[in-house]
């Protein structure tokens, strides 16, 4: 038994070691969680359309602080193919909840409380964002407000 959890967690090391960010110009990872209402949102559902890939928390500061602007770029580009794709590292379905209202976001919201999705992305700090081309790859990492309303203006 000792020794099957000792590989165990050789293997975990090993994949959280190895692991590697996304890079500029790689296929995005694929993700499916439930939103709000509980329902399966899949990021390929986006596809054709430009993503702002946006992990975020309830109970992050500057998480929060983005929220307007990037509530200002969604209502600019919403109509003319732009998608923000919100997943939230929260373990409280509850407060993801409230904030989502609190805050009043229209785009897709998921919950990622495994942390699963985000350790594939190999996101370990927050707020962390991925523009996605409508071909699926990752354009942009961690764009400043500037950069995204230029690529937005770029590619719509």
Known sequence: MKKAVSVICFLLVAVV?????????SKAKEISL??????KVSLAAL????????????WCVPCRKTIPALKKL????????FEIYGISLDTDAVDW?????????????????????AGAWNVNYIPRTFLIDRQ????AINPTE???QNQLQKLL
């Open 136 to 139: 699926g790859k990752i354009i």
């Open 74 to 81: 969604y209502n600019s580009y919403k109509d003319k193919g």
């Open 47 to 58: 596809q054709g359309k430009v993503v702002l890939v946006d992990f975020w928390a309830s």
């Open 146 to 148: 500037e950069e995204l």
């Open 97 to 117: 909840k409230t904030a989502v209202q609190q805050e009043k976001i229209n785009w897709v919201q998921v919950l990622d409380t495994s942390g699963e999705t």
């Open 34 to 39: 439930p939103d709000v209402q509980g329902n």
């Open 17 to 25: 070691l190895f692991a590697q960010d996304p890079e500029k110009g």
